[in-house]
């Protein structure tokens, strides 16, 4: 199966034997190793608008039974023209933490960022998350941006509106 999961035993004991006799040794322990490497632990891009709240995701590559995997994430520094700005982009509980994905489970999520709804048209902007630690997986992809989406209309321009089945002549 593709689950990571503990070797698992099982114990065999030999009896009346036809045509044959037993030795000494009637009980046998088999053991099956699991041979499913640990999960890949990924973070993925969240895109959210203007206004509204949003966490982080993280998922594995496949579940384990071997124990909860932690993820330790935190915001990374941004630079560039594109860089959400604290109380006026945004605002997030906590700027890092640890996310812990159950046995079984493929996905959490964790942290929580809630967006300002101003009423400045703006390209998008980013807030950059990495993971800096996992416990009981590997790191697959490590970084990640929270993207937030401007809900405004640039000044000067109306809004069109066309619906199928509309037709224009110029």
């Given at each position: 199966?593709?689950?990571?999961?503990?070797?698992?035993?099982?114990?065999?004991?030999?009896?009346?034997p036809v045509g044959s006799y037993l030795g000494t040794n009637t009980?046998?322990?088999?053991?099956?190793?699991?041979?499913?490497?640990?999960?890949?632990?990924?973070?993925?891009?969240?895109?959210?608008?203007?206004?509204?709240?949003?966490?982080?995701?993280?998922t594995l590559s496949h579940p384990t039974d071997k124990g909860s995997?932690?993820?330790?994430?935190?915001?990374?520094?941004?630079?560039?023209?594109?860089?959400?700005?604290?109380?006026?982009?945004?605002?997030?509980?906590?700027?890092?933490?640890?996310?812990?994905?159950?046995?079984?489970?493929?996905?959490?999520?964790?942290?929580?960022?809630?967006?300002?709804?101003?009423?400045?048209?703006?390209l998008f902007k980013r807030i950059p998350i990495s993971i800096t630690?996992?416990?009981?997986?590997?790191?697959?992809?490590?970084?990640?941006?929270?993207?937030?989406?401007?809900?405004?209309?640039?000044?000067?321009?109306?809004?069109?509106?066309?619906?199928?089945?509309?037709?224009?002549?110029?």
């Amino acid at each position: 199966n593709p689950a990571e999961e503990n070797d698992e035993t099982f114990k065999i004991t030999l009896s009346a034997p036809v045509g044959s006799y037993l030795g000494t040794n009637t009980v046998h322990t088999v053991t099956i190793l699991d041979d499913e490497d640990p999960p890949l632990v990924t973070i993925q891009d969240v895109y959210v608008i203007e206004g509204a709240t949003t966490s982080l995701k993280a998922t594995l590559s496949h579940p384990t039974d071997k124990g909860s995997v932690v993820v330790n994430w935190k915001r990374d520094t941004c630079s560039g023209v594109d860089c959400a700005e604290v109380t006026t982009d945004y605002t997030m509980t906590t700027t890092s933490g640890a996310a812990t994905i159950p046995a079984g489970s493929t996905s959490v999520s964790s942290g929580s960022v809630t967006t300002v709804n101003n009423s400045v048209d703006e390209l998008f902007k980013r807030i950059p998350i990495s993971i800096t630690s996992v416990t009981g997986g590997t790191s697959f992809v490590s970084n990640a941006d929270i993207f937030i989406n401007d809900n405004d209309v640039p000044s000067g321009k109306n809004i069109v509106e066309l619906v199928s089945g509309d037709v224009f002549a110029c």
